[in-house]
């Protein structure tokens, strides 16, 4: 199977993949008051970050190199990591910290690798320059230069439905109390 094959797999199976992976974070869970209230206010940072990219990202219509993506290429997975890492605490269980690691790692680099490619298709002649400045994952602590005044688009937000995000996180607290409650 060729690595070109591979990337669209995990793409396509990402985020069916996340609801497997947490079921089996959600059964191996022993969360606490204090794990649930650290891991959500970890969780609503990740949702934020996620928020900000989606409304700046008109996907594949143009480049996105506003707001977040000035920072790093895919604000939208930093900040799944982010919000994936708030689980885990929440979940207080190593074993599910272990289960998110190889999920995150089997899946994001993949699928940051098909994405890159599918841009540089996309976006020949801008991409190379934004790919140069700005890093593919973890942030820079310094901006790339502002190419273009656009501003967050609350209509970009709703458009990418990044409301999912925030209504599936609240179900996934709402389930981890219940876990605690019932032990």
Known sequence: MSKTSLKK???RWRVRSAFFTLVAVLII???S???IAGG???GVVGLAFRGWAAGHIRKDKRLAVTGPYRFTR???YL???ILGLGLVWGARSWW???IFGLYFVAFYIPVMAEERDRLRGLFPEAYPEYERRVPLFFPSLRPAPATEPRKWDPALFRRNKEFRAWIGTAIVWVLF???MLLR
Do not use: E, K, W
């Open 79 to 81: 900040g799944s990591f």
């Open 177 to 179: 109390i219940v876990r």
């Open 33 to 35: 008051g204090l794990s």
């Open 74 to 76: 895919n604000p939208l």
């Open 40 to 42: 959500a206010a970890i």
């Open 29 to 31: 869970a022993d969360p």
């Open 96 to 98: 599910g910290a272990g």
């Open 9 to 11: 797999i995990a793409n």
